[in-house]
């Protein structure tokens, strides 16, 4: 209970001093004399409560402000006087109290969330408790009006005569009472407190360093400098104040008296402001602040006024007023303030809305409040400010290896040893609004690095420095430690570890000059189940933040790894952030900035590229001149087209971009390189854009060349890989999956050339197509060249198609000066094509379905994954067997060939690859595996080599004569499939013997034939293809004239393959006819047996085949091909029909001799 002061000595004394009921008294009994004579004999500071009225409150305070300061303070010291201003009393604590409210009314907008204005009107209320139905309101509101009417007689010592309203101050905030009622405006002094103790709201109301109704009196001098001067500015622009309110004006004339001299001059001139009044213009304290209104009912609004005179409250912050405003170097309509979390002496002494920082205010690490919705620490005044948390992350992603610098930023990492660890960069997108990436990898105006990272003894250290006004900086650390749940409220940062299996990179690492031109790919690979949670959300200084489409790999199987793959097409972005979830740790998700360095090369040259899109293998060479020799593309690690952020803790990531995506190298001594199959990888599932189940297969996304095929098995419960696109039927899916292969291939082409400084709308392309293909299969192709080139390097033009033949005619002609008659052999998985030329030029071209796959596949049967060829099922074992130790090869043929079911092509395609397989050469075991010297070595089937090289020299042979062509000096081999040829015999000299007997027997009569010279490319015959096409440059005009298809001994004019059923007959005897000269005349001339090893036994073999089902397989091959809808009965025949009955003799016969074996 409060002490309770009597007027005990005169009430004794004399008895006519009590008063009764409302009896006249003089108006002496209480005045302050006497009042004074009250002795005060306690050293109490509890508060005065013996009237627990507002009118005696009132009192209180008038009396407070006299007992703080004594009637004279002329003679006084300034000492003296500051000691009577900042005492401990309770008179102290009322008029710190009462100056608190005063300057909650004067921040009351930054305040609103936490205060209320209540207005009791005089006139109204008293008349409302008059006319009150109820006597008890009638009493009070009579007597009320009674007490303040009477009051206001004479001298009106506490101004209630002059008093209109009284303004409530309510406090709503966080621990509020029921009409928490803290304070309100008085006639006699302003404002007045109430005697409740309000402690417990004490730290939510602030001004700077300072809190209403705390422990801590503060007076008038020791108060923001703003409300100080507007309490001078209120006393000089009323005139009557020292009259109204004398002993407020005492008080003041006290403060004054102990105030620096800056102050003091400030206020001479506020005096003389204000005493200068202009007509016509504002007067000084409204033009310095605003008024202030409180709405009632949203209907009504008062103006908050004392006795008449508005009461003002500080104008708005104006921006520009700190040197903690931040100086970005982006545009924007905000700066906020970046105010230090720590106190420094570096900040101490700059300027903070008026006044100095110091190092009092206590900043938040963390504000929930939105930045515009903030109020500024230590002021409480709305005003967006910004602090270590709008900045930094509470968490920091430790990477599995240090950042790749080359081309990422690290955040200029620094370790504590040799040992380097990498970091996803912690600092959040808001720091963009005013900042570029530049920025953030650059330095702040005095040199320090924008952000460091440091490895320290407890985890990671981060320190960021932001630009401030007049080239200073704020600066901000947070350590990141393991095992503790991250705090920003406390300025605590968390470590989260990632996955095991976990990458991420980014394709292509260069820079484009224009959005348009931009196709960007940014992988991230991890467990299946945490990869679900992965994401990344983009940014660039025009568009801000996007989110980028994506597509994945593995939808479905959650023991495997899973491919996410975003997709940023016409566009650029300057950082990726990467979201990601792992299994350890109390932190187990986390995200931070990827920021690529993208590399920038400008140029005009020009770069020339050829692909061979072939049946089993595609090549790329590309040239940067006429004159220059072309070469295979590659790229090496040292300026790889995938840019990985940092190096995977193991190497199962690794392996899904290699097969999935892209490998980190390409070339002669890369894992991959051209020629390489032409087999796209797909998932399975396709679960679309966004895993939406809507959109088509994406190039380089969840499709794209299969550059790990037959090297190493990734995701075979999930992906797909597709052979045999060239000659698939051009249904939705299939065209879908070649733009898939195609694309990707352009996508990489246009990376080499800008990696090269060229130009890509001046980027050529030359491509190649089999004569034997349709028309309307060319125009398929075309058109998906076509728009892959319009898509990725210039609508202006467009790729050069050039046949298949010509392109390696033109490579012998460039690169053998001793070649004039020629013919060239183009050899593929499912074409061989065919140019015969002398000295003027080209005489005639021509193409057959007849290749590697007649030997090794089963091409006249529409069902790939039948039975093995007979080839494949005899020497699969072999292999099984010698592949034991490498038990991922040893599985994927097993796979490939279970129950001798499979697709015989791709068996054989990859026993071919097994001898070049980095771990089969890592064992040693090359020679084990050499699927061509083991057929090389082996005599049983050798008999279908002999048969498949002699029946296209044969046909060549006859097709010249009937064309009346002569005979050729030189062949030149070239395609994949011209390895093949050396399994009949390794000594070129007996080939060419044998060739030229073939041809001897239908030159005979007309000429002598020199002895042909064969030219045979054993490193890389696919090499021919691409170069001719580089050194030709265009299709020679005309070409399609030289078509020549052969029928039997005669050419195809305008026969179709309606007329082919009248055809067998003559094709049947022209079979037998081969079959004659190679098993009859010519074993006359040279020893099968002698020269190739040929087992005469087989060669029987070989005519029982040729005596059963000749017209069978041809009526076979002419079905297929219809059937595959490249053509129509009505269409002329385009290929001969010479070879439909030979392939499937070869395939009867290799099974014949492979079940003969076993």
Known sequence: MGYVFRINKEGIKNNQTTIVDWSTTAATTYNHGYVNAVTDTTTTQKEITSIPSPFARIELIKEAFNKVVPNTIGGMTIQQVQQCLHGNSIYHKMVSDTLDVAQLFFSFPSLQNKLEIVVWQRSKEIQALSNSSLPVHQIVGKTLDMFLVQDAKGNDPYNFGKMNNIYILKYKGPKQKPMHIIGATSPATLFFSTANDETAISKELCFGTDYAFDTKYASLDERNPEFLKYLYTFRYSNPNFNVYYPEVAHYLDAVYYVLDDNLKNEINNIQNSCQTITQGQKSYIDNNYEVLDVTINATTTFQVEINGFPFHCNKPIVAGNSDFEINPSQNTSIKPLVLPVIKSSAYEKLTYLGASFGRNIQVPYYDSASVKNRHLPGINAPYPYLTISDFLCDKIVKLPSAVNTDYFFDGNYCGQSEKKDGYLIPVTDLY???????????????????????????????????????????????????????????????????????????????????????????????????????????????????????????????????????????????????????????????????????????????????????????????????????????????????????????????????????????????????????????????????????????????????????????????????????????????????????????????????????????TQIMCFYPISMSPLKQGLFRKMWDNAYHKYFSTENSPILITESIAPYSFFQQTRPDVSDIVTIDIGGGTTDVVVADANGVKCITSMRFAADAIFGNTLVAVNNGSLNGIIRQFKDEFIANLEGTTELKEMLMNMTTGNLGNSSEVASFLFSLSENEEIKKFGMADKVDFNAILARDNTQKIVFFIFYSAIIYHIANLMKVRGLRAPSNIAFSGNGSKIISVLTPNQKTLEELTTKIFRMFYRDVEDIKDIKLIINTVNPKEATCKGGLFLGHELDNIKNSKTILLTNKLVTDETYNDVVNLYDDVASEVRKFVDCLFLRLPQELSLSNNFGIDPSFTRLALDCFNENIETYIEKGVNLKVQSKDVSKEDIIEETLFFYPIIGVINDLSNRICDMQQ
């Open 432 to 762: 963009f609004d005013y900042f570029s990436v530049d920025d953030l990898m650059g330095c702040v105006p005095s040199g320090k690095n924008t952000i460091d990272i440091k490895q320290i003894a407890s985890g990671v250290e981060v320190t960021l420095r932001i630009p401030i006004q007049n080239n200073n900086e704020v600066e901000y650390k947070r350590i990141y430690t393991l095992d503790v749940k991250a705090d920003q409220i406390n300025n605590k940062g968390a470590i989260v570890l990632p996955p095991e299996d976990f990458a991420v990179g980014v394709f292509p690492p260069v820079k484009f000059s224009q959005a348009s031109e931009a196709y960007y790919r940014i992988v991230l690979v991890g467990d299946y189940v945490l990869n679900k949670d992965f994401s990344c959300i983009c940014h660039n200084q025009t568009q801000g933040l996007f989110t980028p489409d994506y597509v994945v790999r593995n939808s479905d199987i959650d023991n495997d790894d899973r491919t996410k793959v975003y997709i940023i097409d016409k566009q650029t972005f300057d950082y990726a952030r990467i979201s990601i979830k792992t299994k350890e740790g109390k932190e187990r998700s986390g995200n931070g900035l990827m920021i690529p360095k993208f590399k920038q090369r400008t140029g005009n040259s020009i770069l020339s590229f050829a692909i061979d899109f072939g049946t089993s293998n595609t090549h790329i060479e590309y040239s940067a001149g006429q004159n220059m020799m072309p070469q295979a593309f590659e790229f090496g690690k040292e300026q790889p087209q995938l840019s990985l952020l940092f190096i995977p803790g193991n190497d199962t990531p690794i392996n899904h971009l290699r097969g999935e995506f892209i490998p980190e190298a390409i070339g002669a001594k890369a894992i991959c390189r051209f020629p390489m199959r032409t087999v796209l990888c797909i998932d399975k599932n396709n679960t679309g854009i966004n895993e939406s189940g809507k959109g088509s297969y994406v190039a380089l996304g969840n499709a794209s060349p299969a550059f790990m095929y037959n090297k190493s098995v990734v995701g075979p419960k999930y992906n797909n890989y597709i052979p045999n696109l060239k000659w698939s039927q051009m249904t939705l899916d299939n065209e879908e999956r070649i733009r898939c292969y195609i694309e990707s291939l352009f996508m990489m082409i246009r990376t080499k050339v800008i990696q090269s400084g060229a130009s890509l709308s001046q």
